[in-house]
């Protein structure tokens, strides 16, 4: 029986969910040494489940600079997933005085967030256009530009958020500068190569979310604002270096979708008080409210974007390749060159590919001659795997 689209639920088996809600665990490791590895068993915890692997997925990453409140963002993200996504913000968005949790989060000039995290427990919804049920997943990024970071740190960290996720949230404080625009070059030569051999776009959705908007007189928090801004960052001008323009072009090119959303100060508690908690009522009512436009435009069922590299929609085990892929071509003493992008998202879509046919022949074979099923001849035996193997060859 189909579930209402409001219906979101915990993909642990029931007892194990009322036990623990759920918790960040890291997927990508910042090493001493300044590199960076996947743990894939603990990808694998969330990815291969019996209730995910086979579900297509969206995933919502948040990166940026440090300290700038991304963890404290995922965190209402979390509060609206749990609450079922209601409609009225009055329903999910909590009590005044509830503090927030999930993602660890605090104030102060340290770096909270290493490698990259994600949440241990997808949700589960119904996707009012396809109707099919979809798993839902977030990851928390480490902030960039800070005393321990290098360049390529910095760099790869970004690059593989960007390159996972079906919608990136790029957190940025004031304003967007010539700096940050920068953050997607390599993104935007790997687009151009990408574009050359194929019309789908590599990236889908960069939204990027500006904390701490203080020109509303000038363009106003929200959607509306946000997308006169950008248009603006974003434009061509006479006499700008051509490298500035190249950078506005390719962004263009290698994104399915662009949004800017200005969202204003949380407030001064926020900002100044080391014993905030993450409390409503220290929270500025004008925060609140964009909050309750800007979350359900990211992960109401209507909103969600599904995960997908060349066009084809991936499930969570094709997921697991994806990052296997990537995080190779990272683990270099240099970044990596937009061929060898190109060349992991291949492979990453051939895996995906395979993984995902030799699951569907083991279960067909599994139907015929699994443990307790009667004997069959081999001839029997040899015509069920061709009609199965032909399945696959269509299917791909």
């Known amino acids: 029986t189909a579930l209402p689209i409001s219906d979101i639920r915990m993909t642990a088996v029931e007892d194990v969910a009322r036990e623990k809600p759920g918790e960040p665990i890291q997927v990508v490791v910042a090493k001493d040494d300044h590199e960076f590895e996947l743990d894939v068993n603990a990808l694998e915890s969330v990815l291969l489940r019996d209730d ?3 579900k297509k997925v969206a995933v919502i990453a948040v990166a940026g600079a440090f300290r700038k409140g991304k963890s404290f963002l995922l965190n209402f993200f979390l509060r609206y997933l749990s609450k079922g996504c209601p409609h009225s913000i009055d329903d999910w968005i909590g009590a005044d005085d ?8 605090r104030g102060g000039s340290d770096r909270d ?3 990259i995290l994600m949440w241990n427990r997808p949700f589960i919804m119904r996707h009012p256009i396809t109707n099919e049920d979809v798993a839902v997943l977030l990851l928390d990024t480490q ?3 800070d005393t321990t970071s290098t360049v390529k740190d910095c760099a790869t960290v970004f690059a593989l958020s960007t390159m996972i996720s079906s919608v990136q949230v790029y957190n940025i404080s004031s304003m967007i500068r010539e700096d940050d625009l920068q953050h997607l070059q390599l993104f935007a030569e790997y687009g151009r190569l990408a574009l050359a051999e194929s019309s789908a776009k590599p990236f889908q959705r960069l939204t990027f979310l500006i904390r701490d908007w203080s020109y509303a007189y000038e363009h106003s928090y929200g959607y509306k604002g946000g997308e006169e801004y950008l248009k603006k960052l974003l434009k061509m001008k006479e006499g700008q270096h051509e490298q500035l323009k190249l950078v506005r072009e390719h962004i263009r090119e290698c994104f399915e979708d662009l949004a ?4 204003p100060h949380p407030g001064l508690t926020v900002a100044e008080n080391p014993e905030f908690k993450g ?3 220290d929270i500025d009512e004008k925060f609140k409210n964009q909050l309750g436009e800007f979350i359900p435009s990211v992960l109401a069922p209507r909103s969600l974007v599904l995960k997908a590299v060349n066009g084809t929609k991936l499930t969570g085990r094709g997921l697991v390749e994806c990052f296997k892929s990537y995080i190779k071509i990272f683990q270099q003493d240099e970044l990596p060159e937009p061929k060898s992008v ?3 998202t291949a492979e990453a879509n051939n895996l995906a590919a395979q993984a995902a046919a030799l699951d569907f022949y083991n279960k067909q074979m ?3 001659c699994g443990g307790g099923k009667p004997f069959i001849s081999p001839t029997e035996l040899e015509t069920h795997h061709a009609t199965n193997s032909e399945q696959i060859g269509r299917a791909v």
């Open 113 to 115: 967030t290493t490698g």
């Open 366 to 368: 599994e139907k015929i």
């Open 260 to 263: 800017c959303f200005l969202l």
């Open 143 to 145: 902030g960039a530009f």
């Open 279 to 281: 409390r409503l009522s």
């Open 342 to 344: 190109l060349e992991a």
């Open 98 to 105: 509830e503090p927030l949790e999930g993602f660890h989060w």
């Open 52 to 54: 995910v692997k086979d």
